[in-house]
């Protein structure tokens, strides 16, 4: 997952020809609504593989009703997820945004 991050980082570099200029401008102007949709959508896809994981290793152990259990991982792990989210992405994201205004 963190590959495509820094996939995604580099083809935007590349996009703005590598000028730090540039990717510093294009980092300070993002909205919030962009961020938290970039956030979400890694969250979202790292635990869709993380899940198929579970899954798998479930059945390769012979575990009774694996894909009930994978279910109740999700939605347990998807909670605990968004009330951290919920409680926590003000505070780093206003972290986020202070230290790049810093450097």
Same mark, same amino acid.
């Given at each position: 997952m963190l590959a495509i991050v820094f996939l995604f980082f580099y083809i935007?570099?590349?996009r703005l020809k590598k000028s730090e200029d540039n990717l510093n401008k294009y %980092? #300070?102007?993002l909205n919030r609504k962009k961020i938290n949709t %970039? !956030?979400?959508s890694v969250y979202v896809f790292s635990q869709i593989i993380s #899940? $198929?994981?579970i899954?798998? #290793?479930l059945n390769i152990f012979n575990i009774i009703k694996p894909l009930l259990l994978t279910i109740i991982i999700g939605?347990?792990?998807s909670?605990?997820?968004f009330f951290r989210y919920k409680k926590y992405r003000k505070i780093k !994201? $206003?972290?986020f945004i202070n230290n790049k205004n810093k450097a």
């Amino acid at each position: 997952m963190l590959a495509i991050v820094f996939l995604f980082f580099y083809i935007k570099s590349i996009r703005l020809k590598k000028s730090e200029d540039n990717l510093n401008k294009y %980092f #300070l102007n993002l909205n919030r609504k962009k961020i938290n949709t %970039f !956030i979400i959508s890694v969250y979202v896809f790292s635990q869709i593989i993380s #899940l $198929e994981v579970i899954y798998i #290793l479930l059945n390769i152990f012979n575990i009774i009703k694996p894909l009930l259990l994978t279910i109740i991982i999700g939605i347990v792990s998807s909670i605990i997820t968004f009330f951290r989210y919920k409680k926590y992405r003000k505070i780093k !994201i $206003e972290q986020f945004i202070n230290n790049k205004n810093k450097a």
